[in-house]
């Protein structure tokens, strides 16, 4: 640190150049911790999905229903010790924008299946009792202000009526949260029954099958023998755990985590370059005093160290101040995308891994003038002056 004065007035020497640099920088770690946020949510299901659930979709597509015959032939199966069911709604509340997951299912058998889901008693059986009744997350009562006894209408995209309308109304009879630290509310339930018998088709079919295996029971198993069943049949099913499902819905948007590592490479490929060419001509600029700085007694080692120090000084000033007002945009991100994509968070592994690039870059950037400097003749630089 007491060549610190030193290296910080060399790094200042030429401020629009080195300004030009730290924005460069600046903007690749915004960038970084937007897509790293983003990359987070689309696999938070993943990471926190409970093993001892699977799904049953439909074996061609997801997009596919199944009858809702299953459900007892499901249920039967050996080891399997609870199943409910939902299907994807589709719909948005008040304008195109305002959207988030909205599920037809069974009440009671949903929250047995989700314990960590927690809906006050009182709260849980009123929904049960009103036909058009829903029940909606905290997440999304605080986004849009609604509250218990407010009756919204949803939009349907996907599901008409079966008198061609499209707008469903449900009154709110309760809102829950949930009690897992990384898990979402961002989502609606209501009555399954009242969504078959009044859309305008797919009556007797749900989206997917959710089930409990038994303490001790092999998943793996229990998922063969349930496809077994389905097998050659109109509808074959393909059953997997909740991490599983969680990935494959991700994938409906793309391979999220190829798009992220491909752009975050062409970023920080140019971002080198940049760096690079900035500490070269740096360096160049200053052959003369390197040689002083080694005829006054500084040893090659404090010329590598220096040159390398304003380097990685540079990519920490662009980087660190990138990370963090993208933590603040992510922030702004969350409240804004928290009902239709829940869990974008930058996550303390996404901000290790970008100060460990901030200091790999500095060194790659910085070791080649480094090297040039620490292997610089003090009698062919003074010849140079």
């Given at each position: 640190?007491?060549?610190?004065g030193?290296?910080?007035?060399n790094?200042?020497?030429k401020?629009?150049?080195?300004?030009l640099?730290?924005?460069?920088?600046?903007?690749?770690?915004?960038?970084f911790?937007?897509?790293?946020?983003i990359?987070?949510?689309?696999?938070?299901?993943?990471d926190v999905a409970?093993a001892?659930?699977l799904?049953?979709?439909?074996?061609?597509?997801?997009?596919?229903t199944l009858p809702?015959s299953y459900?007892?032939r499901?249920?039967?199966t050996?080891?399997?010790?609870?199943?409910?069911h939902a299907?994807?709604?589709?719909g948005?509340?008040?304008e195109p924008r305002?959207?988030f997951?909205q599920?037809?299912?069974d009440?009671?058998s949903?929250f047995?299946?989700?314990?960590?889901?927690?809906?006050?008693?009182?709260?849980l059986?009123?929904?049960?009792?009103?036909?058009?009744?829903?029940?909606i997350?905290?997440?999304?009562?605080?986004t849009?202000?609604?509250?218990?006894g407010?009756?919204?209408?949803?939009?349907?995209?996907?599901?008409t009526?079966?008198?061609?309308?499209?707008t469903?109304?449900?009154d709110?009879?309760?809102?829950?949260s949930s009690?897992?630290?990384?898990?979402?509310?961002?989502f609606m339930?209501?009555?399954?029954?009242?969504?078959?018998?009044?859309?305008?088709?797919?009556?007797?079919?749900?989206?997917?099958?959710?089930?409990r295996?038994?303490?001790?029971?092999?998943?793996v198993q229990?998922?063969?023998?349930i496809?077994?069943?389905?097998?050659?049949?109109?509808?074959e099913?393909?059953?997997?755990?909740e991490?599983?499902f969680?990935q494959s819905f991700?994938k409906q948007?793309?391979?999220?985590?190829?798009?992220?590592?491909?752009i975050?490479g062409a970023v920080f490929?140019?971002l080198?370059?940049?760096s690079?060419?900035t500490?070269?001509?740096?360096v160049?600029?200053?052959?003369?005093?390197?040689?002083?700085?080694?005829?006054l007694g500084?040893?090659?080692?404090?010329?590598?160290?220096?040159?390398l120090?304003?380097s990685?000084l540079?990519?920490?000033?662009?980087?660190?101040?990138?990370?963090?007002?993208?933590w603040?945009v992510?922030?702004?991100?969350s409240?804004a995308?928290?009902?239709?994509?829940?869990?974008?968070?930058l996550?303390p592994?996404?901000?290790?891994?970008?100060?460990a690039?901030?200091?790999?870059a500095?060194?790659?950037?910085g070791?080649?003038?480094?090297l040039?400097?620490?292997?610089?003749?003090?009698?062919?630089?003074?010849a140079?002056?």
């Amino acid at each position: 640190m007491k060549y610190f004065g030193l290296i910080w007035r060399n790094v200042w020497r030429k401020k629009i150049r080195t300004s030009l640099t730290i924005l460069s920088i600046f903007v690749a770690f915004l960038l970084f911790a937007l897509l790293a946020a983003i990359s987070y949510a689309f696999k938070g299901g993943e990471d926190v999905a409970d093993a001892e659930r699977l799904i049953v979709i439909d074996k061609v597509s997801l997009i596919n229903t199944l009858p809702m015959s299953y459900l007892n032939r499901i249920a039967s199966t050996d080891s399997v010790q609870s199943v409910t069911h939902a299907s994807w709604f589709g719909g948005y509340y008040q304008e195109p924008r305002n959207q988030f997951g909205q599920f037809p299912t069974d009440p009671y058998s949903y929250f047995s299946m989700y314990p960590e889901l927690q809906l006050p008693q009182e709260q849980l059986d009123a929904w049960v009792k009103n036909r058009t009744g829903a029940v909606i997350g905290r997440e999304i009562a605080e986004t849009y202000g609604i509250e218990v006894g407010d009756r919204i209408p949803l939009q349907a995209t996907i599901w008409t009526k079966a008198d061609g309308g499209r707008t469903w109304e449900f009154d709110i009879e309760g809102i829950f949260s949930s009690s897992e630290p990384r898990g979402s509310s961002a989502f609606m339930l209501f009555h399954y029954d009242y969504f078959d018998e009044a859309r305008a088709f797919g009556q007797g079919s749900v989206g997917w099958y959710i089930l409990r295996v038994k303490p001790g029971a092999d998943p793996v198993q229990v998922a063969n023998a349930i496809d077994a069943q389905f097998a050659n049949s109109p509808s074959e099913t393909k059953t997997s755990t909740e991490a599983a499902f969680a990935q494959s819905f991700a994938k409906q948007f793309g391979n999220i985590a190829l798009i992220v590592t491909l752009i975050l490479g062409a970023v920080f490929f140019t971002l080198l370059l940049v760096s690079g060419n900035t500490m070269s001509q740096s360096v160049r600029e200053r052959i003369s005093e390197l040689a002083v700085l080694k005829t006054l007694g500084f040893s090659n080692g404090s010329v590598l160290g220096i040159v390398l120090s304003e380097s990685v000084l540079i990519m920490l000033m662009g980087g660190l101040l990138g990370l963090g007002f993208g933590w603040l945009v992510v922030q702004g991100v969350s409240q804004a995308m928290g009902a239709f994509l829940p869990g974008v968070f930058l996550s303390p592994g996404a901000a290790v891994t970008a100060l460990a690039i901030m200091l790999a870059a500095g060194i790659v950037a910085g070791i080649f003038p480094a090297l040039k400097a620490m292997r610089l003749s003090i009698v062919d630089a003074l010849a140079k002056a």
